[in-house]
């Protein structure tokens, strides 16, 4: 029988000191939550269950990091920095990309709330929902196929990415498409989630799984840079970095592609939100491979972190 795998003492004090201070702080500031003792209590079991999973554990440690600074965001919201873009972004976006119907110009996202089909309807909530799923599946792959470096370059890409564009959304708070056609131009401050276009797949398929997701939006008013529209970026990215196969790059493609195009659809964000989406995944990867990877003390913390998951 092989003998158990406990961390040190130096791991362990850290973990559960780190988990203390997550659980407090979330309490006092944010609300406890059942999935968050779930995800702690799962981070846990792999932390402290072996050595190969203790290292699985601390590898997922950037999307720890990406998960945690999202829910956080309720803590001090976007709009308490800075005021709220609803029209301004809606004027901009229908004079770059209105439609003309009827003698009445339309944005693509009012133009698609009357112009649907249900075959559209049912992609784009499958589009959609490979919103997060497939990156953290890709970054597991990666992590399993033992392209450790790999990894941890998408990995911590993925947190850089969500990182600039959380600051989007504190250097302008933007009121998504759905948000002006069903309160019109006056910012309502507390104004729950919205499924919009995806509640229709929903409706199709008898379930609640989007209204699920938009229940616990952080903020509606997050709408620039669309992130949505950068993660899949950011796995292709790195799938033709650590030169998967054709078919996943491929895939990959689709779905980005896909997810691009739901995002418009279904009402949730703008062009121009996309397109500022794609320019942060970009100004991400750059970033990180020009800049930190070049920088000596940030290139001597990847090479630990990276020796330290191949065991």
Known sequence: MSRLSLPSVREAVWVLVLSVLFLTLTGLYVG??????????????LFFAS????????????????????????????????????????EAEKSLFGITVGGETLTPCEYFARHHWPVADFLAGVFYLCWVPVPIAFGVYLYL???????????MVFLLVNLIGFAGYY????AP??????????PV?????????LGRFDEMLGITVFEGLYGRNANVFAAVPSLHSAYMVVALAYAVIARCRRWLIVLFSVIMVGIWCTAVYSGHHYIIDVT?????????????????MRWAPFRRFFGRYAAYLQG
């Not at 059942?34 to 846990?44: G, M, N, P, R, T």
């Not at 759905?178 to 019109?184: E, S």
């Open 145 to 155: 196929k033992g392209k450790r470096d790999a990894y941890l370059r998408f990995a």
């Open 177 to 186: 498409p759905w948000y002006v056609m069903n309160y019109g131009f006056e």
């Open 32 to 45: 406890l939550r059942v999935d968050h003792f779930l995800i702690l209590a799962l981070y846990w079991a």
């Open 51 to 90: 050595g190969v999973t203790r290292r699985l554990a601390v590898a997922l440690l950037p999307f720890v990091v990406f998960a945690v600074s999202y829910d956080w965001m309720r803590v001090w919201p976007n709009y308490e920095v800075n005021p709220i873009d609803v029209r301004g972004l809606y």
């Open 171 to 174: 250097i302008h708070p933007a």
């Open 189 to 197: 401050l507390g104004t729950p989630g919205n499924t919009a276009g």
């Open 276 to 292: 500022l989406g794609v320019a942060c995944a970009l100004l991400g990867i750059l970033v990180f491979e020009y800049g930190l």
